[in-house]
């Protein structure tokens, strides 16, 4: 009996066509299809979080040991907004989208239809496992499909509440998240989608689109790199005009406070999106710093001093950082660390406490672009300072590497060098005057290009995403244009 049971909880590909049978004929039968389906599971599914807030953070407290407010504003919030806003904003989106016509099809009208693509797989990252996992979701259900969400199973205390959660909030004939490992996303992975959407590293992702390829399904990819941040030694000058001007006008012994914040912002920004997103374990988060040699200990003296106010003088006890997720991941961050060519540059941090999975705010002065540290996405809370001339040679250092990645922030006060930098670099997206940012502004799309993946979404872009733009034309009976029938004569030729 126990060995039956046993048996039923193995996910194949058998289970993988049920799976799979079961959804398309929620979808055939056209019930996800109507917008009040639609506006019903998104609204489950904003019930679902705000009921179950402590639930959601203890699980990723378990998984990462996420400090609180990072699980409240990086995870839960931002589902909550992704809801909001397709409730909003459905209607609109699936509004049919007027087109011009020309004279060749005159009289004519057109429109852009939307329509749900059918039956999709969502293929999720351990790393914000909450949001990364339904943030898509929500995308495939305004859009009108239904989805079959694979968490992953390296977060798998929020992969388990996923699971138990979603079937009792959301229509299970339509919705269904099946919990597993390689085995269970590659049974998953045989079946036919009409779309699948991966986020996760690049190796997995060959993988998947090759599966996918099998079926000609479109695939968004959402993938990582190494995000470079560039520190214009220029800030510094910049912002101390603004100080004296501040001094003058705020008389200073009052407002020391506001003084110190607007010195230190770029400091602040990017320490927040290193160690504040996950310590360094998020696909934005800055992965190496270019700076210029005369500005470089100036901004590691800023780092140390903000570092240690934010974390305190041991910063592995610190409740406000999380661990790294696993032994494996503390193995290959500590491969970076250690490696010959690199262990001599650490200049601050570099504590690891193997028992706990725990690894200080780390930084690294000058470490050669050959390492392994500038050869691989660090994903974790080591930042290397690479040094240059001059400011402009730091485009070079980014295009040198060949790759595209995902995120590139500059931090300036000058207008030429932030052309130049939209101009020159291409990544997923860009930030002038900060980190990590960009992610939640629903108006920007949110994607890689080259190696850091393909496709887009968050706000109406999930939307786009999970539909297919069909196009519409209507003509009337009028002008029949007789020479497009034979015979061809030489006269219609010269029409
Ligand atoms: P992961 O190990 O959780 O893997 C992602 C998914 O792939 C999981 O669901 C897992 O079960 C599945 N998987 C793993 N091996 C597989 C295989 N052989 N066949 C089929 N499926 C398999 O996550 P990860 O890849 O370690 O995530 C980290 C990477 O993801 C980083 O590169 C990071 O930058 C990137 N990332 C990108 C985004 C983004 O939005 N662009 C967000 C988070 C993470």
Known sequence: MAREVEKKAVFDTDSAKEVVKELRASFVAGKTKSYEWRVAQLKALLKMTEENEPQIAAALRDDLSKPELESYIYEIAMLKNSCRLALKEMKRWIMPEKAKTSLTTFPSSAEIVSEPLGVVLVISAWNYPFLLSLDPVVGAIAAGNAVVLKPSEIAPATASLLAKLVANYLDSSCIKVVEGAVSETSALLEKKW?????????????????????????????????????????????????????????????????????????????????WGCNNGQACISPDYIITTKDYAPKLLDSFKRELEQFYGKNPLESKDLSRIVNSNHFARLSKLLDEDKVSGKIVHGGE????????????????????????????????????????????????????????????????????????????????????????????????????????????????????????????????????????????????
């Open 194 to 274: 009409d779309k699948i959407f991966y986020t996760g590293n690049g190796r997995v992702a060959r993988i998947v689109m090759a599966a996918a390829a099998k079926h000609l399904t479109p695939v968004v990819l959402e993938l990582g790199g190494k995000s470079p941040v560039i520190v214009d030694s220029g800030i510094n000058l910049q912002v101390s005009i603004v100080l004296i001007l501040l001094h003058v006008c705020f008389l200073c012994d009052l407002h020391a406070d506001i003084l110190i914040c607007v010195f230190q912002v770029a400091t602040r920004r990017i320490i927040a999106g290193k």
């Open 352 to 495: 690891r406490d193997k028992n706990n999975l725990k690894i200080a705010p780390t930084i690294l002065l000058d470490v050669p672009l050959d390492s392994l540290i500038m050869n691989e996405e660090i994903f974790g809370p080591l930042l290397p300072i690479i040094m240059v001339d001059k400011v402009e040679d730091s485009f070079d250092v980014i295009n040198s590497s060949g790759t595209k990645p995902l995120a590139a922030y500059l931090f300036t006060n000058k207008e030429k060098l932030k052309e130049k930098f939209v101009a020159t670099v291409s990544a997923g997206g860009l930030v002038v005057n900060d980190t990590t940012v960009h992610l939640a502004e629903h108006t920007l799309p949110f994607g890689g290009v080259g190696d850091s993946g393909m496709g887009a979404y968050h706000g109406k872009f999930s939307f786009d995403a999970f539909s297919h733009k069909k196009a519409v034309l209507y003509r009337g009976f009028a002008c029949d244009a007789f020479v497009r029938y034979p015979p061809y004569t030489r006269r219609k030729l010269r029409l």
